[in-house]
């Protein structure tokens, strides 16, 4: 069982920043991938970003160059720094994890970013 916290949401201006963290409670190391996604009003849940355990990275073609993911495994969490914010970037944004034994994944319970413009 692997239990997921968000932090770091907020309000922001168009073009400023805003990192989002993602504390686990066991040891990020065993888990094979984590992410964030968000669901914006009326929208379907979209990847943002997501970093393996060997440190791949990959984004979604929106935020590609904007937003970064990071994990420090020695405090089991994960990092989404996210700059130069559009009123677009708006949504619930979840994080995620995902284990192969079993093959499951988790989910945080999520938390707002709202961009104004």
């Known amino acids: 069982q692997v239990q997921l916290v968000e932090s770091g949401g907020g309000l922001v201006q168009a073009g400023g920043s805003l990192r989002l963290s993602c504390a686990a409670s066991?040891?990020?190391?065993?888990?094979?991938?984590m992410g964030w996604f968000r669901q914006a009003p009326g929208k379907q849940r979209e990847l943002v970003a997501r970093?393996?355990?060997?440190?791949?990275?990959n984004y979604a073609d929106s935020v590609k160059g904007r937003f970064a993911i990071s994990r420090d495994n020695a405090n089991n969490t994960v990092y989404l720094q996210m700059n130069s914010l559009k009123s677009e970037d708006t949504a619930v944004y979840y994080c995620?994890?995902?284990?192969?034994?079993?093959?499951?994944?988790?989910w945080g319970q999520g938390t707002q970013v709202t961009v104004s413009s």
């Open positions: 995620t994890a995902s284990t192969l034994a079993p093959s499951h994944d988790y």
């Open positions: 066991v040891r990020i190391f065993s888990i094979n991938a």
């Open positions: 970093i393996t355990r060997l440190g791949r990275t």
